[in-house]
């Protein structure tokens, strides 16, 4: 039952290099998204997708690009890295919208840029 | 717009005694109210929800939040600390109505509990 799984755990990154988060989801879940989390600011949403084939961007989006290609996958991509982006990346999905619904959380991917 | 607002950083506890997580919230419309738990390297679960139903609400591992309108307030409670309580806490808002229909979680920005021997 693995639920939500996110790789790498930790990353670093020199600035201006790109690479990609992988998350993947084994409940057949329509809604994935992207946060991030920094301390003393909660999580904040980068993207999101409601099924395949359909993304849209969240509170901070710039910097960073999705796809969804398959239910089941949702990759993350720093197109060139900035220290500004060091984070720990959470992938979350849920049924549906999550309004009254529980998102699924993976374990967090951990994001240094030099 | 709606907002989080979690009053402390940090809480400390003995383990036995009381815990108390407050968070204040601002929307426009009636919103659904979650909170969340991250364990140190984990990511989030949620505790319990609360979706206009009872305005009292029980989660897991003995933890409940009250709704309470007239003072905007989701507060946290558990009557007994226990060591594996340790961790951090989110409050996160809900709005049906919030146009960008994707982006309708806001999240505070968390408290994190200690619970001392």
């Known amino acids: 039952n693995a639920g939500v799984t996110q790789t790498p755990k930790f990353q670093v990154l020199k600035t201006g290099q790109s690479m990609t988060l992988q998350c993947a989801q084994d409940?057949?879940?329509?809604?994935m998204s992207w946060y991030r989390q920094d301390p003393g600011m909660g999580l904040r949403l980068i993207h999101y997708?409601?099924?395949?084939?359909?993304?849209d961007q969240g509170e901070v989006p710039n910097g960073y690009n999705v796809s969804r290609s398959t239910t089941e996958d949702f990759p993350l991509r720093l197109l060139s890295a900035a220290p500004s982006q060091t984070s720990v990346y959470f992938c979350?999905?849920?049924?549906?919208?999550?309004?009254?619904?529980?998102?699924?959380f993976g374990e967090g991917s951990r994001l240094t840029v030099l | 717009a709606q907002s989080v607002t979690q009053l402390d950083s940090h809480v400390s506890v003995s383990e036995g005694t009381p815990v108390l997580l407050r968070c204040n919230y601002s929307?426009?419309?009636?919103?659904?109210l979650f909170w969340y738990v991250q364990h140190p390297n984990k990511g989030l679960q949620l505790l319990l929800k609360?979706?206009?139903?009872?305005?009292l609400v029980k989660g897991i591992n003995g933890f409940e939040a009250e709704f309470k309108k007239s003072e905007t307030s989701f507060h946290l409670t558990k009557p007994s600390a226990h060591m594996s309580d340790a961790a951090e806490y989110f409050c996160?808002?809900?709005?049906?109505?919030?146009?960008?229909?994707?982006?309708?979680?806001?999240f505070g920005g968390g408290t994190r509990l200690m619970v001392k021997p």
């Open positions: 979350a999905s849920s049924y549906s919208r999550p309004l009254d619904g529980e998102l699924f």
């Open positions: 409940m057949n879940h329509e809604y």
């Open positions: 997708s409601v099924g395949a084939g359909i993304t």
């Open positions: 929307s426009s419309y009636s919103p659904s």
């Open positions: 609360y979706t206009s139903a009872a305005t």
């Open positions: 996160v808002v809900s709005d049906l109505r919030n146009n960008n229909a994707g982006n309708m979680l806001t």
